[in-house]
Structures are given as C-alpha cells and as structure tokens.
C-alpha cells in the first residue's frame, strides 16, 4: 500500500448526468476526507469520515452530493445532476490520529 | 472568510538561495499547522508540520517558524533547488473536531536554475 489511491483520474461527463468517484485510503488510516478544489483556490473541506461514519459535512456539500464509506475502508463520492460549476479536482486524503491528512492524486472533473 | 491566508501568488527565487513562504491565519483555534506542496494534476504532498506550542520546526532544507501572537508563520527552504517549484499551500486545523484542513489559496514558487 503506497497511499491513497483515487479512481477515476480524470471524468468527463455531460451536464445532468450523474458521476461517482471512489477513493482507497491508507489501509490504517480510520480518517477519511473528500475536498474539492477549483483553479486558484486551496482544496476546500466537503466532508469526513471516522471509520464507517460520516461524522461531518461542509455546507458546500449539496443535497446532490451523497458519500460513503461502508465498512470503513474504502469511499465513494457520488455527485447527481451534475452542473458546470461542479467541474473541479476532487480530492481524497486520510490520516491516523490527529496528523495532517495524506492525500490521492484526485479526479478531475469536466462538466460539459 | 478567509481564515489562513497567503498574500503572495507568487515567488521567484534563484538556485541556492533561500526561499521564503508567508502565512496569515485568523483563526485562533488552530493548533496545528502544515505545509503542503502541489504539482499540476496530482494531489498535495505533505512536507512538514508545526504545533502550536511550538516556535520551530526544521526537517532537512525545511523549516517553518510560527509566531503565534502575530498569527503569522512562514516556510523557509534552503537550499532552494529547480524541484522545488510547484504551488505551496498553507493549512490549519484544530484539534476538536474532524480535524479538517483550512487551506489558503497557495504560493507558486519558481525556482530559477
């Protein structure tokens, strides 16, 4: 295990369809988090997980978005109805403890 | 509201010498800090962390300062060498909670062989 894996890299999809990323957290990390990030902007906080409970959600995270982690290992991010402002890198990262987050390579995300 | 803040998009700095990243935060619960660096299409990448009860922390050619009255704190890297360049970004997080990241929006650095 290397880190944190994500899936696809890159998705293009056409307005109003839905997509759904998944993402493989460091195998001993119990905390996982999904951020998104748009051009000229830091990752910005969607939502945690500690193990199989989603624990926190950010209110960028719309009633379209919808997240898993069942079994507290892997994760999906689900987005429904996808629209143009959702084109973004989505990005996963887990952690141990209390340390600073580890994170994947993310999926971009083209809405077109 | 922004709570950590990098007011410079952007850094040149030649081969060999020092580089230096500023960081501003707001937010007095922060306990913790940490520095990422970002290549174009891939993820952030850990490079070093601070606690708050802490002044310094050094790891190679890295180090960052904290100044916890000014909420200021900075990435020092030294040598600074071509591989350096990519966009450094500037996190926080308090340690009630999700321990979520606050991010700033970054500081291109180019480092000029």
């Known amino acids: 295990d290397t880190g944190v894996s994500q899936d696809p890299r890159h998705k293009i999809t056409k307005r109003g369809q839905n997509v759904t990323f998944r993402c493989d957290p460091i195998s001993e990390h119990n905390r996982l988090y999904w951020y998104r990030q748009t051009l000229g902007q830091g990752p910005e906080f969607l939502t945690y997980f500690q193990n199989e409970a989603q624990l926190e959600k950010s209110r960028l995270l719309s009633d379209r978005f919808s997240a898993e982690r069942p079994k507290g290992s892997f994760s999906t991010l689900e987005i429904q109805r996808t629209e143009q402002g959702d084109s973004a890198m989505y990005l996963c990262a887990s952690s141990q403890f209390s340390h600073g987050a580890f994170f994947g390579q993310g999926t971009r995300l083209t809405v077109v | 509201d922004q709570q950590v803040k990098q007011n410079s998009p952007s850094l040149s700095v030649q081969e060999g010498r020092i580089s230096i990243l500023n960081c501003d935060y707001t937010?007095?619960?922060?306990?913790?800090f940490l520095w990422y660096k970002k290549y174009p299409a891939e993820g952030p990448t850990f490079l070093i962390s601070i606690s708050s009860i802490k002044d310094k922390n050094e790891d190679g050619r890295f180090t960052v300062f904290l100044n916890k009255s000014a909420k200021h704190l900075s990435l020092h890297i030294v040598p600074s060498q071509p591989g350096d360049s990519a966009v450094y970004f500037c996190a926080g997080y308090s340690g009630a909670g999700s321990y979520q990241l606050t991010f700033g929006k970054g500081t291109k650095l180019s480092v000029i062989p």
């Open positions: 937010n007095s619960m922060f306990d913790y």
